[in-house]
C-alpha cells in the first residue's frame, strides 16, 4: 500500500487508537506494523477473526491475555551473548507459556461459536515440558529452588549450619562477659560478608580479630573476632561453590530454552496476533464500529460512515458536536465523484472519510458506518491531500502536487481508489482546470475509483460530460452562513467566497462590486447547471431508493436464510428425540419379553422349534434404523403407480412419475395432475386416509 497515501489519509492516528486497547507489547508491535492487505483471502481471514472475536465480546466474554510478555527478545539477547539467562528472565519464559496455555484452553471450549481463531490458537505449541523444567528450578520473584539439584541442596545445608554456627559464636560473644566492656553496642553486624563486633577505637587492642571498618566518626571499629575467622571463611567457599551450581543449573536450563528459541518465537507471534485480535474487537465495541462485507467487484457501498479520528475524538469527549456521516456508492452507476463547495465545509473531511474506511476495512478492522456498508477489497488507495510544499527539494505547493499526481498516475487500476484534494489548485485557474480535466480523463480511462475536490468550475461540468462521473457538494445553510458539512450527491456546489468574505468583514461595496461582475459572467451557465441537477439528483434520489429495497431484500434474506437453518434445526432435533423414544419403548418391551420367552423354552421338544422362530420373529421386528436412513431407503423406492400419503392435501395420491434428480413427483389429486417435492410426501399413512 502506498506510503505517502497512509500518512496523509492519517491511519497511524488509527494505529494510535487502537494501541489504547491492545493489552501487551506483543500487540501493539503488531498493530505498529499493520498495513491494509491487498490479498483478498487473507483479508476474509481477518475479518472473520475480528468478527468472532467481537461476538465473544457482545456476549459477555473475553479472550485471556493476561500475561502476554515478549519472551523472544530476552531469549535472543541472552543467546547472543552467550550467557545463562537469569531466574526472572526464566520465570518470564515460564509466565509466556502459562499464558499461552490458557488461550489454548479457553479457544477449546469456544470452538463452535469462534472456528477461525480457535484454529489459529490450535497453532500455538506445546511447551509443557519446558515449563516443568523451568518451574523445577526458579521461583518468584527469582530464587533458585534448592531441589534444583542434589548438590545445590547439600551446598545449602552446610551454608545453614555455618551461619548458625557462627550467628550462636557471635550470640556468646555480645551477651557474655569477655569483651563487655570493649564493646561499643551490645550487637553485631555483618560487614561485606564478614561477622563483626562493634569495638570500642581505643580498645581495639583487646579484641583479637581481623579489622574490616571503621565507622564515620572514627569512633566504632569493625573487627570480626578470630573465634568465627575459620567458619566465616568455610562459609565464604560454601557460598563460592553455591554460586558455581547455581550458574550450572542456570546454564543447563538456558541452553534448554535456546534449544526451543524458534517453537517459542512461533507461539509468541500466535498469541500476539490474537492479543491484536481483541485490540480490534474492543475498539470495535467502545467505537461502536461494525463490520463491512468484502465484494469481489469494485465498488464502494458507504452507508453513513463517519470520520474515524473524529469518531474517536467525540467518545473521548475532546469534540463538541455531532460527527455528520457520509453515504456515497462509487463504482456503481459512477465511479468518479466531482466535490466542490466552500472552504472549510468539509470537503476534505469527506474525502478522507472515504480514503479511512477503505484503508481500516483492508487492515481487518470493523468501520465506523451503518449495517450494509460492502466494500472490496482494492490494489491500492492513493491520495493527494493538503499542503504538498518541500522546501528540502525545492518544490512550491503546486509542484509537490503535480509530482503526487505523477506518481499515482503510474500506478492506478481500475481495483484503485484515488483521492485528489484541491485538483488545479495552486496554480492560473484557466491552466489549472485544464489540467484537472486532463487528470480525470486519464483515471476514467483506467477506471480507477475516484474523489477529488475542487474550486474549480470548469470541473463541474466535467461531472455532467460523463455518464459514469457525478458531481457532490457539500452543503452551506445561507442564513446562519455555516457549513453544515453535509455530502449531497448529484448537486454541485457554489464556493461560497463572496458570502464567506462578506462573513469576515470584507466591505459591502467590495462585495456587491465582486458579486456585479461574477453574474454577468455565469448566469446563463448557472441557469443550465441548475437544470442538469435537478435532473441528477432525481435519478440518484432514484438509484438510492433502488440501493435501499436491495438492502433491505437482502436482509430479509438473510433472515429467512436463518429462520430456514432454525428449522432444519429443530426438525433434526425432533426427529433424534422421536428415535430415542422410540427406542427406549422397543427395548423396554424387549426387558419385559424376555422372562416370558426364556419360560417357553421349558414346553416339549417338540415345540422348541417354533418358540425359537417367534424369539427371532420379535427380535427381527424390534430391530429399527434411523428416521433418516428409513425415510432416505422410502424415498428411494418410490416408482410409478405407487401410492404415497401426502399431507398438504391430507389424500393418498397415485405417483405419475418421479423425478429423482430434482427431487420431485407428478401426482393424481382429484383427477388434476400435480407437481410436488420429495418432502411433501409421507412413508407413514394415517388409518382415516382418504384416495384422492
Known amino acids: 500500500m502506498d506510503a505517502h497515501s497512509l500518512q496523509v489519509l492519517e491511519f497511524d492516528a488509527v494505529r494510535k487508537i487502537l494501541r489504547s486497547y491492545a493489552s501487551s507489547s506483543l500487540a501493539r508491535s503488531v498493530i505498529d506494523g499493520l498495513e491494509p492487505s491487498t490479498d483478498p483471502d487473507r483479508l476474509k481471514l481477518s475479518l472473520r477473526q475480528v468478527d468472532e472475536a467481537r461476538a465473544l465480546l457482545d456476549g459477555g466474554s473475553d479472550i485471556p491475555v493476561g500475561g502476554l510478555q515478549d519472551m523472544v527478545k530476552i531469549i535472543g539477547r541472552g543467546h547472543g551473548q552467550n550467557r545463562a539467562l537469569g531466574p526472572e528472565e526464566l520465570l518470564l519464559v515460564a509466565r509466556m507459556i502459562v499464558a499461552c496455555g490458557t488461550l489454548c484452553r479457553f479457544f477449546r471450549e469456544v470452538v463452535e461459536e469462534t472456528p477461525t481463531l480457535s484454529d489459529l490458537a490450535n497453532r500455538l505449541l506445546d511447551h509443557t515440558e519446558l515449563l516443568a523444567v523451568i518451574e523445577g528450578v526458579v521461583e518468584a520473584p527469582g530464587v533458585v529452588l534448592d531441589r534444583a539439584s542434589p548438590k545445590l541442596w547439600e551446598l545449602r545445608r552446610r551454608r545453614n549450619d555455618l551461619e548458625e554456627r557462627i550467628r550462636a559464636v557471635m550470640d556468646d560473644l555480645v551477651t557474655g562477659s569477655k ?36 565507622s564515620a566518626s572514627g569512633e566504632t571499629v569493625f573487627v570480626e573476632p578470630n573465634d568465627v575467622v575459620a567458619s566465616a571463611n568455610q562459609l565464604a567457599d560454601v557460598k563460592l561453590d553455591e554460586q558455581r551450581e547455581i550458574g550450572r543449573i542456570l546454564l543447563e536450563v ?15 507471534n500466535v498469541a500476539a496476533w490474537l492479543d491484536f485480535t481483541r485490540a480490534r474487537a474492543c475498539m ?21 460512515a463517519r470520520h474515524p479520528l473524529l469518531m474517536a475524538s467525540r467518545s473521548a469527549g475532546t469534540l463538541d458536536h455531532d460527527v455528520v456521516p457520509v453515504t456515497v456508492t462509487l463504482g456503481d452507476p459512477f465511479r ?18 472515504v480514503g479511512l474506511v477503505q484503508l481500516m476495512f483492508q487492515s481487518g478492522l470493523h468501520v465506523p458506518a451503518a449495517a450494509g456498508i460492502e466494500l472490496p477489497c482494492l490494489d491500492g488507495v ?6 504538498e510544499q518541500s522546501l528540502s527539494q525545492n518544490l512550491s505547493t503546486f509542484s509537490g502536487h503535480v509530482a503526487n499526481i505523477v506518481r499515482i498516475l503510474d500506478a492506478a487500476t481500475p481495483r484503485s481508489l484515488v483521492l485528489l484534494d484541491e485538483l488545479g489548485a495552486g496554480t492560473d485557474p484557466a491552466e489549472g482546470a485544464a489540467l484537472g480535466e486532463a487528470v480525470l480523463e486519464q483515471l476514467f480511462a483506467r477506471g480507477s475509483r475516484t474523489v477529488v475536490t475542487t474550486h474549480l468550475g470548469d470541473l463541474k461540468t466535467y461531472a455532467f460530460s460523463r455518464s459514469e462521473v457525478e458531481n457532490a457538494s457539500v452543503a452551506f445553510d445561507p442564513q446562519t452562513l455555516e457549513p453544515t458539512y453535509e455530502l449531497i450527491i448529484g448537486q454541485p456546489g457554489a464556493s461560497q467566497a463572496l458570502t464567506i468574505a462578506r462573513r469576515h468583514g470584507m466591505p459591502e461595496d467590495v462585495v456587491a462590486l465582486a458579486r456585479q461582475l461574477t453574474e454577468g459572467q455565469k448566469g446563463r451557465a448557472d441557469e443550465l447547471m441548475h437544470e442538469l441537477m435537478k435532473a441528477r439528483v432525481a435519478a440518484e434520489r432514484s438509484r438510492q431508493q433502488s440501493a435501499d429495497l436491495v438492502q433491505e431484500s437482502r436482509e430479509k434474506l438473510s433472515q429467512a436464510a436463518d429462520s430456514l437453518h432454525e428449522a432444519e ?12 423414544e422410540v427406542t427406549r419403548i422397543l427395548e423396554r418391551f424387549q426387558s419385559d419379553a424376555r422372562p416370558h420367552l426364556n419360560a417357553l423354552k421349558n414346553v416339549p421338544k417338540g415345540l422348541l422349534e417354533h418358540v425359537g422362530e417367534l424369539e427371532a420373529l420379535l427380535l427381527r421386528r424390534l430391530h429399527t434404523t434411523s428416521f433418516a436412513t428409513r425415510r432416505r431407503e422410502f424415498l428411494a423406492g418410490l416408482k410409478k403407480h405407487d401410492e404415497v400419503y401426502v399431507p398438504r392435501y391430507g389424500q393418498i395420491c397415485r405417483i405419475e412419475k418421479v423425478q429423482r434428480a430434482d427431487e420431485r413427483l407428478t401426482v393424481r389429486v382429484g383427477g388434476i395432475s400435480m407437481q410436488i417435492s420429495f418432502d411433501d410426501v409421507s412413508w407413514v399413512t394415517p388409518p382415516d386416509a382418504t384416495r384422492g
Open 179 to 214: 569483651y563487655k566492656s570493649f564493646l561499643q553496642e551490645r550487637t553485631w553486624s555483618v560487614r561485606n560478608g564478614r561477622y563483626v563486633l562493634m569495638v570500642k577505637e581505643h580498645s581495639r587492642g583487646h579484641v583479637p580479630g581481623i579489622l574490616h571498618d571503621k
Open 254 to 268: 538456558s541452553q534448554r530454552v535456546y534449544a526451543e528459541e524458534k517453537r517459542l518465537g512461533y507461539s509468541q
Open 284 to 304: 470495535s465495541q467502545h467505537l461502536g464500529l461494525v463490520p463491512a462485507r468484502l465484494v469481489d467487484e469494485p465498488v464502494l457501498r458507504i452507508r453513513t
Open 336 to 353: 468518479m465523484l466531482v466535490v466542490t463547495g466552500p472552504n472549510t465545509g468539509g470537503k476534505t473531511v469527506a474525502l478522507k472519510t
Open 382 to 387: 492513493f491520495a493527494d491531500i493538503g499542503d
Open 569 to 580: 434445526q429443530s426438525r433434526d432435533r425432533i426427529e433424534q428425540e422421536a428415535e430415542s
